[in-house]
């Protein structure tokens, strides 16, 4: 498994922070450093971020709250970047595309979080989730209304599957098995047309 040190922030990348609080830049770094290696200590995001462990500290008593404000700041984040594209009143499949586009490429950011279950219990992370899965199934529900997912299927069989096609694709473009350009077209395909040709649909049909 490759040590932090081999992804330290860059000058470059210091310098296009160094508008930021001291807070955030830690964030990013850890963002950075734990999406290359989700195991990484608290002392090798302060090596990533080019900070001494007591700065790191100061800001994060524990690995545990540093995990749960980056869980936080990922339910803030994909919000603030769905806002646009909710805005502007899309339907059916185009909505969908563009949820998609924004989405994925999010994935480098935060799919090391998937792994992450410390914070099942916490009020303010569970009552995010609520509010997620709530605004997933509204959004499902016009899908439907839309005739864009067929009326037998359930909301919440629809809503786990892409789900887990984001998911697939969020670790496919981290292990370089599909390209990033691609990812959000293939998610959409599989979820509305699953796998097979035309013609194999046409025959089955």
Do not use: C
Not at 61 to 85: G, H, K
Request: proline share 4%; no cysteine.
């Amino acid at each position: 498994m490759p040590h932090t040190r081999h992804y330290r922030i860059t000058t470059g990348e210091k310098e296009r922070l160094m508008g930021k609080d001291t807070r955030q830049l830690l964030l990013d770094a850890a963002t950075q450093a734990l999406s290359k290696n989700p195991g990484a200590s608290m002392n090798d995001i302060a090596e990533a971020a080019g900070v001494g462990r007591a700065t790191l500290y100061r800001y994060f008593p524990s690995r545990d709250e540093l995990i749960r404000s980056l869980t936080l700041e990922s339910y803030q984040q994909v919000n603030a970047a769905l806002e646009p594209v909710l805005a502007r009143n899309l339907r059916g499949g185009d909505l969908l595309l563009e949820i998609l586009e924004v989405i994925i490429p999010m994935g480098d950011r935060y799919h090391f979080l998937l792994s992450e279950r410390s914070f099942v219990d916490d009020p303010e992370i569970q009552a995010l989730e609520v509010q997620s899965a709530h605004d997933w199934s509204k959004l499902f529900e016009h899908f439907k209304d839309e005739g864009l997912i067929a009326p037998e299927v359930p909301i919440a069989w629809a809503v786990a599957t892409l789900e887990s096609l984001i998911y697939t694709a969020w670790i496919s473009v981290h292990e370089g098995y599909i390209a990033r350009r691609d990812a959000a077209q293939l998610v959409y395909r599989t979820f509305l047309t699953g796998l097979g040709t035309s013609s194999a649909n046409t025959l089955e049909g």
